[in-house]
């Protein structure tokens, strides 16, 4: 049987430390005008600097803007950090916790990512978490005992109504900026996991509303087969989410899909 899944589709784009107010600007608007008619939800992640230019120019358009990292006070002597509160103010509504390049570069563990979970979606920020095992840890079979540690860890303490705020983002690190693309199996598997983590956890209603997305690598001629695996509701994109006319392709994969049978 083929039915249009209950999730909806969720595209983000990520575009980690890159460019300016001006370029934010002039890619938000012509995003808008093509993404006008889609019933794919779109969000970028953009560059603090940029939240408020971007934010602007998606402005009546169905385009989510975001953050790619908060701290997790609310305020106070914490120099060059930046608050849930900030980040809504400039017009953000979701922010991504957790990315790989956060944990191995900036050295955020388990515990500090869900301070910062448990902050943002008690102010209001949608959150998308990101998890994922390594190479090593992949290669050495250990990928589901990651991920549960990651989901125990990162997830403790929030309640099963904030569940509903929540995006998990399953970027397999071998994957993230590789072009070595986890394949649709492997990517399947993982997500499957994960959303019977999250039932076991939060109950099965709530598993199966959650989004979850797949990130590492994804471009426009991989996109399709990885959106047509039942549990990959969207993707989190790196680098092709700079390139106007890549992203815009990945945005109008269509998707056609059975629930998951968990
Ligand atoms: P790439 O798409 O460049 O591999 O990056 C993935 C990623 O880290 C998105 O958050």
């Not at 608007?29 to 969000?43: D, M, Y």
């Not at 563990?109 to 949608?126: H, P, Q, S, Y």
Request: hydrophobic fraction near 45%; include cysteine.
């Amino acid at each position: 049987v083929i039915a249009e899944s209950v999730r909806p589709t969720v595209i983000i784009g990520n575009w980690k430390m890159h460019k300016t107010i001006a370029e934010s600007a002039a890619f938000v608007t012509s995003l808008a005008f093509v993404v006008r008619h889609s019933s794919t939800q779109v969000g970028l992640a953009v560059p603090y600097t940029m939240i408020t230019a971007a934010a602007d120019a998606a402005r009546g358009a169905l385009i989510a803007i975001g953050a790619q990292n908060v701290f997790d006070a609310e305020e106070g002597p914490y120099t060059g950090e930046i608050s849930c509160r900030m980040l809504k103010d400039a017009g953000a509504s979701f922010v991504i916790i957790g990315h790989s390049e956060r944990r191995h570069l900036f050295h955020e563990d388990n515990a500090w990512i869900n301070r910062k979970v448990k902050r943002a979606l008690n102010d209001g920020l949608r959150v998308v978490l990101c998890i994922g095992e390594t190479l090593e840890q992949h290669q050495t079979g250990k990928t589901h005992a990651v991920l549960h540690e990651q989901l125990t860890e990162c997830l403790k303490d929030v309640g099963e109504r904030q569940i509903e705020s929540l995006i998990i983002a399953y970027e397999p690190v071998w994957a993230i900026g590789t072009n070595q693309t986890a394949t649709p199996e492997i990517a399947q598997a993982s997500h499957h996991f994960i959303r019977n983590e999250i039932a076991k956890k939060w109950g099965k209603p709530a598993s199966e509303r959650l989004i979850i997305q797949y990130g590492g690598s994804v471009k426009p001629e991989n996109a399709a087969a990885l959106l047509n695996e039942p549990d990959i509701d969207g993707l989190l994109v790196g680098g092709a989410s700079l390139v106007l006319d890549a992203f815009v392709k990945i945005i109008q994969c269509h998707k056609i899909k059975t629930q998951s049978a968990t």
